[in-house]
């Protein structure tokens, strides 16, 4: 992909960049599914990967010269918003989301040439490899391990929470090549085939009744030399890196704002005197929405003006992943003896199906560093109280 | 005040202003907060003169007042500025009432060449006859509404009958601008305190001022100081301003309050440690910490609204959401400030406590943050 192949929008007005943005996903946006908490996964996935690809509506946020639109942030805020507005379902794309900031800055030129183009392409989808059954929000005591083996690496261990890997061609992965000094130093980021022999994959059946979401085994699993991405042993500051519009994502409400929908709905089925005994906590969460908005608009303002915002994402993922439970809790709780029912009986009135929204926003707290880790790293950062 | 050492956690100006706005607001901050860092402790005093007319003295009383009237004619965000420097200091003097409406009045009543106006234009500007606008007819009412009170004629001319709610700091007031109906219509009269017939029950509040319910027993008035529908929306006006206010004072009661409680915390040692390296207080702190996060971000949506347009229900909606959750904010990390200070934090003298005397009433103060959220959604449904 060279730098003029890519249509130059960021020098669009933000009006046009919008309505050009809105009319190609109306267009070329195929798949019956809907809504943040939807997940876009398979075939559909890498068709609609690969369309904005050909298109050149691929990687808002990677440079031009890398064969991303290169947009600033500003506009990669507009490109979200009308991803958000239309409710697409989103794919997880790991590849570009998380691995494609990494090869930037530590792969090599090699790395950089051979797998950029095919994350973009969708030709290769990437899973992640971090968490481990022993190692969850203490991730730096991992212990899959990886010793030097003829021109390359065995892996060996266990890596789980590795969501889409049944539906993944490679996975990154830290694992440990080295003992001793601080556990985060013996850590290293790594590439692995997920066709390569010794990797087996299990589905594991989450409580939404998701089945994307796998173990994932390695018996002496080979990796080659190239396979290494920057120095072995600095995987744990490898592993952290997120870029761009990436890290502001996290702080949107669109979660919040469709449970709150799905809230709306719900109270609008019930009746009249049930309806009214809800307003109060109705008022509550269009309030808790309201200012969601306000505080995410505010930080990406400050963002695409260069100021430091990395508290306010923090707290905007705790607030948003904390309310949209209570939300579907709230729902739960008004719908009585249908409360707990899976799907949407007909008798029910219903609009949607609680019972999911309840189970599916139960990991918002947990992914991504729980709730707990994140009033940890917020206290001891944006509110300087001293470290245990 | 205790900044906080890692981000400027002020309502406004906003490092956004900074680009933005020409360098008055960056001055108006300075001066304000030098003016309260040269001031003694306000913690538990009433309102008094004195402190009024320093407020005068400094033109802050003033500032929205227009040029023709002597007044400074600046955008609400300034006004704001000394609102939430006013509450960091916890000075219980009623700005909103007092001087916010009051500008609003005469910005959207006053008639050139009015003297009447013209005296109301001049107490604002030096503190020195303090007027008070009270247009409450009912205990809890929000909104504007035509007046229960009522102006008739009578004897040698007009006689006002009725009752008020909600006068705050009754002690420091000379004379009301009352709503009352007259003609029909919506009029503004303008009532010493003293005057016979003028019966008022005071009640004192936690933030150190009171709180009046006044009756009026056929006073004598004299001819209204505007009449007319433009009376009615210059108060709805008005009160969203004064509301506006209040949330942004609410922040800054509320931020102050944390920052102190984060000093206590870093320099307290229990078990031999800083208490706040303990994890349950560390969260309980970031739960404050988020809810005044939201209510800076709900608090300048509100500024911006209103600087577009002031009386759009738009505008209206998230001045309500800014005070509702303003409220919350500040009580909810006031309340946690007095608990991590422990028993010092139930002192009186407490810097502390003196902030949840200061939020309770504030927050209660033209409606409940309940009552602010129903507004909410109501005002939010009229504009989608």
Request: aromatic letters at 6%; a negative charge; hydrophobic letters at 45%.
């Amino acid at each position: 992909m060279t730098e003029t192949a890519v249509p130059h929008r960021d020098a669009l007005p933000d009006a046009v960049f919008r309505q050009q943005w809105r009319d190609w996903i109306a267009v070329h946006y195929v798949s019956a599914l809907r809504g943040p908490l939807q997940r876009l996964v398979g075939v559909e996935a890498r068709a609609w990967l690969a369309a904005q690809h050909r298109d050149g509506w691929r990687a808002p946020g990677l440079a031009r010269a890398h064969g991303g639109m290169g947009l600033s942030l500003r506009k990669q805020w507009i490109y979200q918003q009308e991803l958000e507005r239309f409710a697409a379902a989103r794919p997880m794309d790991m590849g570009l989301r998380l691995l494609a900031p990494v090869l930037l800055r530590y792969g090599s030129v090699e790395q950089q040439a051979q797998l950029l183009p095919r994350i973009l392409s969708a030709e290769d989808t990437w899973c992640q490899g971090y968490s481990e059954p022993g190692a969850g929000s203490d991730l730096a005591s991992l212990r899959t391990a990886a010793v030097a083996h003829g021109d390359g690496f065995l892996v060996n261990g266990q890596k789980t929470w590795t969501t889409m890997a049944d539906d993944s061609d490679w996975i990154f992965l830290l694992v440990r090549t080295g003992t001793g000094g601080r556990k985060q130093d013996g850590l290293s980021f790594m590439l692995a085939d997920m066709r390569s022999p010794g990797i087996t994959v299990r589905p594991i059946r989450t409580l939404a009744g998701n089945t994307h979401f796998c173990e994932v085994f390695f018996d002496d699993v080979f990796v080659p030399r190239t396979g290494l991405v920057g120095e072995p042993g600095a995987g744990w500051s490898i592993g952290r890196t997120l870029l761009g519009f990436e890290r502001l994502s996290h702080g949107s409400p669109e979660v919040l704002r469709y449970a709150f929908d799905v809230l709306q709905r719900t109270c609008a089925s019930l009746p009249p005197e049930e309806a009214m005994r809800a307003m109060p906590t109705m008022e509550r969460h269009a309030c808790d929405m309201a200012d969601a908005t306000a505080l995410y608009d505010d930080v990406c303002a400050t963002a695409a003006a260069g100021g430091d915002t990395a508290a306010a994402f923090s707290v905007l993922k705790l607030f948003n992943a904390e309310t949209s439970q209570r939300i579907a809790e709230t729902a739960h709780e008004l719908v009585g003896q249908w409360g707990g029912v899976q799907g949407i009986p007909v008798e029910s009135g219903l609009g949607d199906d609680l019972e999911w929204l309840y189970m599916v926003t139960r990991p918002l707290t947990i992914f991504g560093g729980t709730s707990q880790i994140q009033r940890n790293l917020i206290a001891t950062g944006a509110l300087g109280l001293p470290r245990a | 005040m205790s900044a906080s050492p890692r981000m400027d956690s002020r309502c406004v100006p906003t490092a956004l202003d900074m680009e933005t706005d020409d360098e008055s607001c960056r001055m108006l901050l300075d001066s304000a907060e030098d003016f309260f860092r040269r001031q003694p402790p306000a913690a538990g005093r009433a309102p008094s003169g004195a402190a009024w007319r320093a407020l005068a003295d400094q033109g802050w009383l003033a500032l929205r007042l227009p040029e023709a009237y002597g007044g400074s004619a600046l955008p609400a965000r300034h006004g704001a500025i000394v609102a939430e420097a006013l509450g960091r200091a916890l000075w219980p003097e009623p700005v909103g009432s007092h001087a916010v409406m009051m500008a609003t009045l005469v910005r959207l009543l006053a008639k050139p060449g009015s003297e009447v106006w013209a005296g109301v234009a001049q107490s604002l500007l030096d503190g020195r006859h303090v007027l008070a606008c009270t247009w409450q007819d009912q205990a809890q009412q929000t909104d504007f509404a035509a007046p229960a009170c009522l102006v008739e004629p009578g004897g040698a001319g007009l006689r006002l009958r009725g009752r008020k709610f909600g006068l705050a700091a009754a002690g420091l007031t000379d004379a009301l601008l009352v709503t009352a109906t007259y003609d029909g219509q919506t009029a503004l009269f303008e009532v010493p305190l003293g005057s016979p017939g003028v019966v008022r029950r005071d009640s004192a509040t936690s933030d150190g001022g009171s709180v009046s319910v006044i009756d009026f027993h056929n006073v004598a008035v004299a001819s209204p100081l505007a009449c007319g529908p433009a009376v009615g929306l210059a108060l709805q006006s008005a009160l969203d301003e004064a509301l506006l206010m209040a949330s942004v004072q609410l922040y800054g009661v509320g931020d102050s309050a944390l920052q102190t409680t984060l000093a206590y915390l870093r320099t307290r040692e229990q078990f031999g440690q800083p208490i706040g390296t303990f994890q349950a207080l560390q969260h309980a702190c970031v739960d404050a910490a988020v809810q005044l996060m939201l209510a800076r971000a709900a608090c300048r949506r509100a500024l911006d609204a209103h600087a577009q347009n002031a009386d759009a229900p738009a505008t209206r909606a998230a001045i309500a959401a800014a005070k509702a959750r303003a409220s919350d904010a500040a009580l909810v990390t006031c309340r946690l400030g007095v608990q991590l200070h422990g028993a010092m934090g139930y002192t009186a003298q407490s810097y502390i406590g003196q902030c949840l005397k200061i939020a309770l009433r504030l927050s209660a103060m033209l409606g409940s943050s309940a009552s602010h959220r129903r507004r909410f959604m109501a005002l939010e449904e009229a504009h989608d």
